[in-house]
Nanobody, 124 residues
Framework: QVQLVESGGGFAQAGGSLRLSCAASGRGFTRYAMGWFRQAPGKEREFVAG????????RYADSMKGRFTISRDNIKNTMYLQMNSLKPEDTAVYYCGATALLWASVTSNSYSIWGQGTQVTVSS
């Protein structure tokens, strides 16, 4: 079974950029479609972006489309989230997840494996 570890979070000013990474260890990374979710204090976990096993197919929440880009490198066993034009409302803990489904679902309960999360804080 694969294990996931997020990194790359931190502080950014509004309009700035961050690049998050999700490194997988163990066996079977290429068997999973992957997704990024985020959760702000007092709010439900929110779908951000998803990517297929091969990395060819991607999907985004409407509020992230055009600003965020999801990708994966199946040689390095790593998934990425490039975050541009950051806004204060992007402040949250960001999690990567792996799903046994053949597509990246927008529902968090479809993901069986999660990383520990990485904090992103955007100031105005």
């Amino acid at each position: 079974q694969v294990q996931l570890v997020e990194s790359g979070g931190g502080f950014a000013q509004a309009g700035g950029s961050l690049r998050l990474s999700c490194a997988a260890s163990g066996r079977g990374f290429t068997r999973y479609a992957m997704g990024w979710f985020r959760q702000a204090p007092g709010k439900e976990r929110e779908f951000v972006a998803g990517i297929s096993q091969s990395g060819v197919n991607t999907r985004y929440a409407d509020s992230m489309k055009g600003r965020f880009t999801i990708s994966r490198d199946n040689i390095k066993n790593t998934m990425y989230l490039q975050m541009n034009s950051l806004k204060p409302e992007d402040t949250a803990v960001y999690y990567c997840g792996a799903t046994a489904l053949l597509w990246a679902s927008v529902t968090s309960n479809s993901y069986s494996i999660w990383g520990q999360g990485t904090q992103v804080t955007v100031s105005s």
